[in-house]
């Protein structure tokens, strides 16, 4: 049990932000900051991480000595398909071509919820890729290949 | 008449029937997509944007305006029937409209909304007409050190206007500054922040960033907790209002159009704040001050006017100045940008027919969704019954596809998943995603304008304040800090005081 009262959420918060500010600041660190005259590429940078990391710091310190609210539990299986739809979809549609790709994406996709029966994940992706392809490939006429190298054709 | 003729180009411009097509096809998407909860009006115009991009400048913004406001007004017929806004902005009708729905009157709340929303809309539209061109005149007086101030106002007003700890709002501009950073540097050619991924050298995608950060994140939310949708209303009657409640709506109306109208044109999302507004002044004006949130009809028909008449004037800093006043707009600059079209004061002189034709297109647009909208509310009812589950694998395809089809980069998919990653985690840690994306947008042409105003007044940083136009728009930027910090200083003084008595 915690003896003193702490916001864990804004803890948190405010330990990524002096992280993601600390890398901005380092990435900062290769680049010229120049003169205020002559602003080099680094010093807009430069100055944001730091007031970032001031925040940062700001939210951290004031997490202290007040009660958080409750927190909801992460959406993991939704994190995991939700993530992996578009990165699949990015490295499979020139290979694969766009028909087959769009189809393992919004399968892929689909799996997010608990819900969804095989079934229905099916149909849904079907649906959604035949009329995708009318649209997006036959109406407006994007550039797509829609059955790419890798697929035995 | 200027006005009068001008008006006259515009409705030939939008009265064309390839413009009204596309007009109808926006209003009518952007109520669908407003009226499905979890798809937010942001999130949608980010992935239809590249569908845009085959069409003609004028008919491609008419189409994303049309997403735009009729989203709003889609937003409200889901906050009446099941007391859930599907867009932010409609949050205060819920309270309510809900309370009508549940005592049968669901026709007049949504009748109520439908034709508040119409009059503002009206009334706005004609502001837009009216002091968009006065304004430009101003703008062109705009030098870096304008824009620079200008810019710190809209980021400080949207982190006013953000929910939540004022801190977080800021560190997220801030963050979301750094990220428009990355990119090359347009002085120097140095590669900054790219980690060595040459995708990257033009600068994160904003629609796999807009979609990433809206759209990821919000499915994911939805996804914590799966509940069956409950739809009060399974059908809809007596939408026509008596005359009574005719008489009760226009004093709440009017006073919603001028709330929302000056709300919307400051930079930050005056729209949501705009409904707020209404709502507690309608609240304290009342007679009867102990109806609202039991169904009162001034709770409705105020607000309601006020989103709409806000999310209408918010197109003036943007047709004027090139300024965002919130992430739809930001995502209309970039469509602009992507049409050729320079956003800012230029846009009225040399482009007249694409400026008055959107105006009046949004007019025919309001016209649209009240003759259409109240017909149909028995399919947007149904609508309500399809399951979450069936429509997020379908937003997942479509923005894949809309992210891919900007540049055919697979990075920007990349970019999504990792925007979509950080999205959740901002919504755990309870960040605001509009300063971040305004921040994005912003970045590049803030440090810009630095960069320049410092080099002409040869690194002298007064050069801020002593012109006359940057010091204004400077003082109010500190004043709205100022002001939005003293509660909170009021606050915790007030906390320090009970616990020293204790």
Redesign the interface.
């Known amino acids: 049990m915690a003896t003193k009262p702490k916001d864990d959420t804004d803890m948190v918060a405010g330990l990524a932000l002096m992280a993601v500010a600390a890398f901005f600041g380092w990435q900062t660190a290769g680049l010229e900051i120049g003169t205020s005259l002559r602003m080099g590429p680094g010093y807009f940078p430069m100055v944001l991480s730091g007031l970032l990391f001031l925040l940062g710091l700001f939210v951290f310190a004031k997490s202290f000595g007040r009660d958080g609210e409750p927190t909801t539990p992460l959406a993991w299986r939704g994190m995991i398909f939700i993530i992996s739809a578009p990165v699949f979809f990015g490295l499979t549609v020139r290979g694969l071509g766009f028909v087959p790709a769009l189809f393992v994406t919004t399968l892929i996709a689909s799996q997010a919820s608990a819900k969804m029966r095989p079934h229905y994940a099916l149909i849904l992706a079907v649906t959604v890729t035949i009329l995708s392809t009318l649209i997006f490939s036959y109406g407006l006429g994007l550039p797509f290949r829609r059955f790419g190298p890798w697929f035995p054709l | 008449m200027d006005l009068l003729s001008n008006l006259a180009l515009g409705f030939s411009v939008a009265g064309s029937l390839t413009n009204m097509g596309f007009c109808l096809i926006g209003v009518m998407l952007g109520t669908l997509i407003g009226v499905l909860p979890g798809i937010g009006a942001t999130a949608t115009i980010a992935m239809l944007l ?2 845009t991009f ?1 069409l003609e400048p004028v008919s491609s913004l008419i189409m994303l305006a049309g997403i735009y406001y009729g989203a709003q007004y889609g937003g409200s017929t889901t906050a009446i029937l099941i007391n859930m806004p599907g867009e932010s902005s409609s949050a205060v009708t819920a309270i309510d409209g809900y309370q009508m729905a549940r005592k049968g009157k669901a026709g007049t709340a949504l009748a109520v909304a439908a034709l508040g929303s119409f009059f503002a809309g009206t009334v706005s539209t004609f502001l837009v007409a009216l002091f968009a061109p006065p304004l430009t005149a101003v703008a062109l007086k705009f030098g870096a050190a304008e824009y620079f101030s200008l810019m710190v106002l809209g980021l400080v007003m949207s982190v006013a206007l953000a929910h939540g ?1 004022v ?2 709002a ?2 997220m501009v ?2 979301g ?2 990220l428009g ?1 990355v990119g090359t ?1 347009i ?2 050619g ?1 590669p ?2 790219t980690m060595g991924i040459t995708q990257y050298a033009d600068g994160l995608n904003f629609v796999a960033v807009a979609i990433g950060v809206f759209g ?1 994140a919000e ?3 939805n ?4 509940h069956e949708r409950e739809v009060m209303t399974k059908k809809v009657t007596n939408l026509l209002p008596t005359r009574a409640e005719f008489r009760q709506m226009v004093g709440p109306v009017l006073r919603g159009t001028g709330i929302g109208s000056v709300l919307g044109i400051l930079p930050g999302g005056g729209a949501i704040l705009a409904s707020f507004a209404s709502y507690t002044m309608e609240k304290k004006l009342s007679k009867t001050p102990e109806e609202f949130g039991r169904g009162a009809l001034a709770g409705v028909a105020g607000p309601e006017s006020a989103n709409n008449a806000g999310a209408q004037t918010s197109f003036i800093p943007l047709l004027t100045l090139g300024i965002p006043a919130n992430p739809v707009m930001a995502l209309m600059i970039g469509a602009m940008i992507i049409q050729g079209i320079v956003p800012g004061p230029s846009v009225v002189t040399d482009q007249p027919a694409l400026f008055w034709g959107i105006v009046a297109s949004m007019w025919i647009g309001n016209l649209m969704l009240v003759v259409l909208n109240l017909p149909l509310i028995g399919l947007w009812v149904k609508l309500l019954t399809v ?4 429509l ?3 937003i ?6 809309g ?3 900007v540049n ?1 980069n ?5 970019a ?2 990792f925007f ?2 950080l999205g ?2 901002m919504v ?4 605001e995603p509009a300063p971040l994306l305004l921040g994005f947008v912003l970045g590049p042409l803030l ?1 810009e304008n ?2 320049r105003a ?2 002409l007044s ?2 002298d ?1 007064t050069t801020f304040v002593t012109r006359p136009i940057s010091a204004g728009l400077l003082v109010v930027s500190v004043a709205v800090l100022v002001l939005v910090f003293l509660p909170q200083i009021r606050k915790r003084r007030e906390e320090v005081f009970t616990e020293s008595d204790a």
């Open positions: 590249p569908i085959q700890s801190i977080k800021l560190a801030i963050l500054l750094l950073i540097d002085y120097t140095v900054r922040f990821i499915i994911l939310r996804l914590e907790d799966e399951p979450y589950y069936i997020f694998p379908i997942m395809a479509m923005s894949s596809i992210v891919y089809s055919s697979a990075f920007d998919l990349y999504v998943a979509g990653l959740y985690a755990k840690l309870r960040f440090e630095l960069r410092m080099i040869r690194g940083p």
